[in-house]
């Protein structure tokens, strides 16, 4: 345990080192005395003695990268300028920091997590986190909770309906999260979430001590409210979760401030003497200027001729058509924008937030709706922003009857079509980290369960209580089964 802890009256100060250097270091923790018996002396001397150490680690730390990874560390990453969020991968790529050491702050509560939420999970309740119910009075709300039941009364008052679609959020649990994933696991389900606007004044909030012009204010601090779906968060995929860009740049600023001049020549030394970064230098100006300053439907042009690209998978010309439409659908909706200024922010607001307002099978629809008039009296062929301007000021009625919106098939399919061409671009070398890389895999359809109607409620009757003593005679739910499945049910949003 790290921090401070009392030993005959006197406050000492401990740090536990991580177990991949305690090799290096020749000890398993730091240990010192802060020499005084009171507790607010103590605090400060242990924070010194502590910084001291972290240095130490991060030295120790720095001579068991990788030549190329140092490097990176020293010069940084364009990719880590302001705000915005990267995949685990994308930032130990572009921080040169291993994804394991990332998880360790995680764990350590010195870097968040955050996951952006499906459109098929965006509808739910914040709750502030007070009024949440915990599983044990004496131990509070941080050693677990009750999930509210939101269709039945036992839900708090303060419940409030929010869709957070596309929003990125962060992990409650995310150090929990972080130390299973460092154990081996490849997903995590049943976490909650942090829900948005948290900023502001509520009454009864917790109060916060603020010293100003030296008077000492009490300060109203809106409290930490929490997310649960109407849908509940199935296992999602370690490539999904992801870290603040300006979080990593944090991080890689203060572990290259650890790395001597010396250290970092060397690195460069051998990585020239490998051949590795002149070969990089040599071949990469070619490709990236194909695409510099290129537009996104610049980029789709290419990438349909490219025998690498598009033809490699499909040979005839209407399907290269059809497709290319689809994908320049992307241009007109979000604009025309570089190719290279495309992030993973502006590609998640396209996919949950703007491509489900296209209507369904946009060929199907009448004349009076798909042709617009020009001032001069000649008509022509709308866009597809005219047609849902259109379709809204008829509150999507056509022929007396609603159109539907495009179908979460639709959607996914667009979306991998989308995905293949940051992937091409990606593997050509014409940009640098690909910023669909989390969306590759990622389904946008929500897989209805056996036995549930069309729009989405289920037919199955609850459980009678026969059902239930049955299921709970079971011997792993009396003794707790294998591992810890009593621990982690309160913390399953329903």
């Given at each position: 345990m790290n921090g401070l802890f009392r030993r005959g009256g006197v406050w000492w100060a401990r740090l536990a080192i991580p177990e991949h250097l305690r090799a290096a270091a020749g000890r398993r923790e730091f240990v010192q005395s802060t020499r005084t018996y009171h507790h607010e002396v103590a605090k400060v001397v242990a924070a010194s003695l502590i910084a001291a150490w972290r240095h130490q680690l991060l030295r120790l730390d720095s001579r068991r990268m990788d030549e190329r990874d140092i490097l990176k560390l020293v010069?940084?990453?364009?990719?880590?300028?302001?705000?915005?969020?990267?995949?685990?991968?994308?930032?130990?790529?572009?921080?040169?920091?291993?994804?394991?050491?990332?998880?360790?702050?995680?764990?350590?509560?010195?870097?968040?997590?955050?996951?952006?939420?499906?459109?098929?999970?965006?509808?739910?309740?914040?709750?502030?986190?007070?009024?949440?119910?915990?599983?044990?009075?004496?131990?509070?709300?941080?050693?677990?909770?009750?999930?509210?039941?939101?269709?039945?009364?036992?839900?708090?008052?303060?419940?409030?309906?929010?869709?957070?679609?596309?929003?990125?959020?962060?992990?409650?649990?995310?150090?929990?999260?972080?130390?299973?994933?460092?154990?081996?696991?490849?997903?995590?389900?049943?976490?909650?979430?942090?829900?948005?606007?948290?900023?502001?004044?509520?009454?009864?909030?917790?109060?916060?001590?603020?010293?100003?012009?030296?008077?000492?204010?009490?300060?109203?601090?809106?409290?930490?409210k929490w997310y649960f779906p109407d849908v509940e968060f199935t296992e999602v995929p370690t490539s999904l979760l992801l870290v603040a860009k300006r979080d990593i740049e944090s991080i890689r600023v203060e572990l290259a401030a650890a790395v001597s001049p010396k250290r970092a020549e060397d690195a460069r030394k051998a990585v020239l003497s490998s051949g590795t970064e002149k070969k990089h230098v040599a071949r990469a100006p070619e490709k990236t200027e194909k695409l510099a300053g290129k537009r996104f439907s610049e980029a789709v042009a290419i990438y349909c001729e490219d025998p690498h690209g598009l033809s490699r998978k499909l040979s005839e010309k209407n399907e290269i058509a059809l497709r290319k439409r689809a994908l320049l659908l992307f241009a007109e909706l979000m604009g025309d924008m570089l190719i290279t200024a495309i992030d993973r922010d502006i590609l998640a607001k396209y996919l949950y937030e703007v491509l489900p307002e296209v209507p369904?099978?946009?060929?199907?629809?009448?004349?009076?709706?798909?042709?617009?008039?020009?001032?001069?009296?000649?008509?022509?062929?709308?866009?597809?922003?005219?047609?849902?301007?259109?379709?809204?000021?008829?509150?999507?009625?056509?022929?007396?009857?609603?159109?539907?919106?495009?179908?979460?098939?639709?959607?996914?399919?667009?979306?991998?079509?989308?995905?293949?061409?940051?992937?091409?671009?990606?593997?050509?070398?014409?940009?640098?980290?690909?910023?669909?890389?989390?969306?590759?895999?990622?389904?946008?359809?929500?897989?209805?369960?056996?036995?549930?109607?069309?729009?989405?409620?289920?037919?199955?009757?609850?459980?009678?209580?026969?059902?239930?003593?049955?299921?709970?005679?079971?011997?792993?739910?009396?003794?707790?089964?294998?591992?810890?499945?009593?621990?982690?049910?309160?913390?399953?949003?329903?």
């Open positions: 010069s940084g990453s364009p990719l880590l300028n302001g705000d915005g969020f990267l995949s685990l991968k994308e930032a130990a790529q572009a921080s040169g920091l291993p994804e394991s050491e990332l998880l360790r702050r995680v764990q350590r509560g010195a870097l968040g997590l955050h996951y952006t939420v499906p459109h098929a999970n965006g509808n739910g309740y914040k709750v502030p986190k007070p009024d949440l119910e915990p599983d044990d009075p004496e131990l509070g709300i941080d050693a677990g909770i009750i999930a509210p039941n939101f269709k039945g009364n036992s839900a708090p008052a303060s419940a409030q309906r929010i869709n957070v679609s596309g929003q990125t959020l962060r992990l409650v649990d995310g150090a929990l999260f972080a130390g299973l994933l460092l154990d081996g696991k490849d997903a995590v389900t049943g976490f909650v979430l942090r829900a948005p606007d948290q900023a502001g004044v509520r009454a009864n909030a917790s109060v916060a001590n603020v010293v100003k012009d030296g008077q000492r204010l009490e300060a109203e601090l809106a409290p930490e369904n099978k946009p060929n199907n629809l009448p004349g009076d709706v798909t042709w617009v008039e020009n001032a001069e009296g000649s008509r022509r062929k709308a866009t597809m922003k005219e047609i849902i301007s259109t379709l809204e000021a008829r509150s999507w009625t056509v022929n007396g009857k609603t159109w539907q919106k495009i179908t979460d098939a639709a959607r996914d399919e667009r979306r991998q079509w989308l995905c293949n061409i940051f992937v091409w671009a990606h593997e050509s070398g014409y940009i640098g980290a690909n910023p669909a890389a989390s969306f590759l895999g990622k389904k946008i359809i929500e897989k209805r369960k056996k036995g549930s109607k069309a729009g989405g409620e289920r037919t199955r009757n609850p459980f009678s209580d026969d059902q239930l003593v049955a299921i709970f005679e079971k011997g792993r739910f009396k003794s707790g089964g294998e591992g810890s499945h009593a621990q982690e049910w309160h913390n399953v949003p329903v």
